[in-house]
């Protein structure tokens, strides 16, 4: 159990750490693609910029390519052209130079930019007219303007610049009349043509194909460029490369709004999976706990030796713990889902049982102290037992079935049996033991008829012997009566114990008090006279027969007289009067024994009813406690009080038997 505890908590770590790697990868390539997308979005904006850049340049450079052919309208005179291309010159700053060059493209007229000093001062002119006659010879070939490639052009302050020329052909009606040709810095050209907008946040450039750059414009900073753009600019006779580098840095990882979401939501899961996990925690928690109080209540239910049996309301069983299985012998699951009869039902009582049940269907409580019943083991023999049944409640409180405690009371009974057949033996005893005193009064008291009796005969006998025939029969005849009238008082005396001893049959019913009275009153005149006690009897008139075993009630009544006799013993005792009362109070039947003996002392009126406690030397300490079991057994009560000015009084009730 523990080892598989330990596998599958080893396990679910596992899982759990898997689940957080999965996690990690997941958020951090969630990071990685939100990254990439940015780049991508910055990098076509500038792929668009450039597209932009180079339509732009293009653009400027055909609108300036009208300019420069407009210069020719109206056939002008060298120097009119050379005031016009003045003009033109101050409206377009990336025009260094315009020239007027006749057709074998030599110079007729030439205009600086007023913006610059001379630009060909330091090179001289002369020194380009290869690229300018290479940029004319394509002009004349497409009979349209046409670009030299740029080349580098010192300037006096040591620096320098990239130019380019324009060769645009001059045809006047038909004929050609020489060429325009203009020197176009590249710088300027950046600067003039290309929109603010477009340099304002990155650097654009003409570049080589080997990446270095000729002309550049826009913000100018240090460090490598994150984002480039190429395109071409192909112009007749020409192509450059128009480089966008872009400063913008790669999308930061927190102004950019969807990183920031994708961050955000990455934290808000690695939350959730937090608390999922405590969640976990504490279920696993629960689930310990749940598994201990199970383990806990099987343990107790097994350990049980009270049955349990739950039956749903249909009356099936759903639940049966070891103890109920091993009291009625069948197995757990010959029982579960058994419903009525049930097989440990005895088939005789089944239909009584049975009835019982619908009862409780029906929804008739079982009584709560539980009921007894007889229930028969899977071998066949029967065994009472106790049942305790209380309705099962579910969680939500509806009423699903019953839930019964089962006891096994058969040992309870042999045991009742048992204490019953000892309680008859020690009443038996008890009942010798009176009968042993009773033999020794039997013994004095028979001497008085006995001897009476020898001296009827002896004298009946010396009448005879010497009267001779004149024997008076009357005076015979009246011995011989006495004579069996002691006999008869002797028998009497004799049957008196003899129905004492006898033990009849246990048998309760209604006897007349008075009957009671005169069964025990031979005996007690016996003890009475031995020891000059004067019995009294105060019989109220006509008592109802009470209900009762008459042996035993004998033996209470003989007790209390005999207790209060050998109380008024002491030689201290000036009166010695015992009284029986009996008298009748509402459905009860009282009988007292008063006597004016030395009284009970709290030390003993608290041990009185203790077995075998007396304060006699011969006593066995058994008739109160005996007396009282009896009485209680009938369904009266014993008790005893003071019986002023001097004396005890004891008094037990019976019922009254009802009329027959
Ligand atoms: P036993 O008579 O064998 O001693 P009992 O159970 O009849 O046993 O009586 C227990 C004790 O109760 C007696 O020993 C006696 O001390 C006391 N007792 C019983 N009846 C009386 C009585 N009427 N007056 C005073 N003491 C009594």
């Known amino acids: 159990m523990k080892l598989v505890q330990a596998i599958s908590r080893r396990k679910l770590a596992l899982l759990w ?55 020719h309208a109206g056939d002008p005179s060298p120097a009119a052209w050379a005031a016009d291309a003045s003009v033109l010159l101050r409206d377009h700053r990336e025009l260094l130079r315009l020239e007027w060059r006749n ?104 570049a080589e194909a080997d990446g270095a750059r000729l002309a550049l414009r826009g913000v100018a ?79 107790m239910e097994d350990s049980l030796l009270t049955g349990l049996r739950a039956r749903d309301l249909q009356g099936c069983i759903t639940y049966v713990n070891p103890a109920f299985c091993q009291m009625v ?22 239909r009584e049982y049975q009835q019982r049940q619908e009862v409780r269907m029906a929804g008739g409580a079982p009584p709560r102290e539980g009921f007894s019943s007889v229930f028969m083991r899977k071998d066949g023999s029967f065994f009472p037992v106790l049942v305790m049944e209380a309705p099962l409640i579910n969680a939500q409180g509806a009423h699903t079935g019953w839930m019964s ?40 008291e028979l001497n008085q008829p006995l001897a009476a009796i020898s001296s009827y005969a002896t004298g009946s006998l010396n009448r005879l012997q010497t ?15 006495r004579i069996a009238e002691q006999v008869e008082r002797a028998g009497k005396l004799i049957r008196s114990v003899h129905d004492f001893v006898r033990r009849r049959a246990k048998v309760r019913e209604p006897v007349a008090p008075q009957v009671l009275l005169d069964a025990i009153l031979p005996l007690v005149q016996l003890q009475a006279r031995k020891l000059g006690v004067q019995v009294q009897l105060d019989v109220a008139d006509a ?36 009284v029986l009362q009996v008298e009748q109070i509402q459905e009860w039947v009282v009988f007292s024994v008063s006597d004016q003996g030395p009284g009970i002392s709290p030390e003993v009126a608290e041990r009185l009813f203790t077995p075998f406690f007396t304060t006699k030397d011969e006593g066995m300490g058994l008739g109160l406690s005996l007396c009282r079991t009896v009485v209680e057994q009938h369904g ?25």
């Open 405 to 444: 405690a089962v006891v096994d009371i058969t040992e309870q009974r042999r045991v009742e049996e048992l204490s019953r057949t000892s309680q008859d033996r020690l009443q038996a005893t008890a009942r010798l033991a009176t009968v042993g005193e009773m033999a020794s009064l039997l013994s004095h």
């Open 329 to 350: 012998g069948f197995s757990a699951d010959e029982l579960r889902g058994h419903s009525m009869p049930a097989p440990y039902w005895p088939p005789d009582l089944a």
């Open 543 to 578: 008592l109802p027969p009470v209900l009762c075993d008459r042996s035993m009630v004998e033996q209470v009544l003989l007790n209390l007289t005999r207790n209060a006799m050998q109380a008024m013993e002491d030689p201290a005792v000036a009166e010695r009067v015992l």
């Open 221 to 299: 900073r240090r460090g490598t460029p994150v984002f480039t753009a190429r395109q071409l600019l192909d112009l007749p006779g020409n192509t450059m490369v128009v480089r966008l580098d872009s400063w913008r840095g790669a999308p930061g990882v927190f102004p950019n709004l969807m990183t920031v979401l994708v961050i955000l939501m990455s934290l808000a899961l690695l939350v959730v999976t937090v608390l999922l996990a405590r969640d976990t925690r504490l279920r696993q928690r629960a689930e310990r706990g749940l598994a201990d109080a199970l383990a806990f209540r099987k343990a």
């Open 467 to 481: 009267g001779g025939a004149a024997v008076d029969t009357a005076d015979l005849a009246m011995a011989m009566r």
């Open 636 to 660: 009266g009560a014993l008790s005893f009080a003071a019986n002023p000015p001097q004396g005890t009084v004891f008094r037990f009730t019976l019922p009254i038997s009802e009329p027959l």
């Open 103 to 206: 057709t074998a493209v030599g110079m007729v007229v030439a205009v600086d930019s007023p913006y610059r000093a001379p630009v060909f001062d330091v090179l001289g002119r002369v020194e380009t007219q290869a690229d300018v006659s290479l940029a004319c010879a394509t002009a004349q070939r497409f009979n349209s303007a046409a670009y030299s490639s740029n080349y580098f052009l010192p300037q006096p302050d040591s620096l320098g610049m990239e130019v380019i020329e324009l060769c645009i052909p001059l045809v006047v009606s038909g004929q050609a009349r020489g060429y325009v040709v203009a020197t176009y810095s590249l710088a300027e050209v950046l600067s003039s043509l290309v929109s603010r907008q477009l340099t304002r946040s990155q650097e654009v450039s003409f």
């Open 17 to 71: 750490l898997l689940m957080l790697a999965l996690l990690v990868v997941a958020l951090g390539t969630l990071v990685w693609l939100a990254e990439r997308y940015e780049s991508s979005q910055v990098q076509s904006q500038l792929e668009r910029d450039a597209a932009n850049v180079v339509n732009d340049i293009r653009s400027g450079l055909t609108r300036n390519v009208q300019s420069l052919q407009a210069l």
